[in-house]
Structure formats: structure tokens, C-alpha cells
């Protein structure tokens, strides 16, 4: 079974920064696609960012500008650099893994999650 760890979330000021952090372990073939997701407080999970094993990547239009994907696909790790964070960035932040099994199957991974509260 593959675990996705995050860390990097926290209490910022409007207008700061903060990175997170996902690192993929356990049994797996390969992964494609990293994303982080988020959700806030009576809304439902939307996409922030993903990045694909060639690099390609893709951004919610709210975020464009402001946050990077990056990845380390040697460690498995995907990154979120958020700037000029905004009050509405408030939520939890959730990693997403697209993985392949040992016994070829591709399945969705995801992270416990970790909290971004903005103030302003």
C-alpha cells in the first residue's frame, strides 16, 4: 500500500507564503500524475495544481500566478509553493497520487491532510 505524507501547511498572514510538501512511499510501479486538491469548509474538494511525470502541469484559474507544482520524481515528492496567499486560499490541502500497482492496476492515492488558514 503506498502512504502519501504532507507537511508545510500552517497559519499565514494574507499576502505571505508557505510550501508543502508530499512524499509518496510504499509498494508501487510508478506514479503519473501528483496534484494537490483542496477543500474548505462546506464546500466540496477542487483542484489546486497537478503536475504529470513529464511536467507538464495544470492550475485552478484562482491560483494561476500566485502557486507553483513542482516534483522530484527520483523521491516521489510533489511541492505546492503558495505566494501571495489570500484569505479564500483558507482550507485543507490534500496531496493526490495517480499509481500503478505491482499488479498493474492504477488506482488514486491521497494524503491525510494538512491545514492553510489565511487571516487578513
Known amino acids: 500500500q503506498v502512504q502519501l505524507v504532507e507537511s508545510g501547511g500552517g497559519l499565514v498572514q494574507a499576502g505571505g507564503s508557505l510550501r508543502l510538501s508530499c512524499a509518496a512511499s510504499g509498494n508501487m510501479l510508478s506514479i503519473n500524475t501528483m496534484g494537490w486538491y483542496r477543500q474548505a469548509p462546506g464546500k466540496q474538494r477542487e483542484l489546486v495544481a497537478a503536475?504529470?511525470?513529464?511536467?507538464?502541469?495544470n492550475y485552478a484559474d484562482s491560483v494561476k500566478g500566485r502557486f507553483t507544482i513542482s516534483r522530484h520524481n527520483a523521491g516521489n515528492t510533489v511541492y505546492l509553493q503558495m505566494n501571495s496567499l489570500k484569505p479564500e486560499d483558507t482550507a485543507d490541502y490534500f496531496c493526490?497520487?495517480?499509481?500503478?500497482?505491482?499488479?498493474?492496476?492504477?488506482?488514486?492515492?491521497w494524503g491525510q491532510g494538512t491545514q492553510v488558514t489565511v487571516s487578513s
Open positions: 493526490n497520487a495517480h499509481i500503478l500497482s505491482g499488479t498493474l492496476r492504477w488506482y488514486d492515492s
Open positions: 503536475i504529470t511525470s513529464g511536467g507538464s502541469t
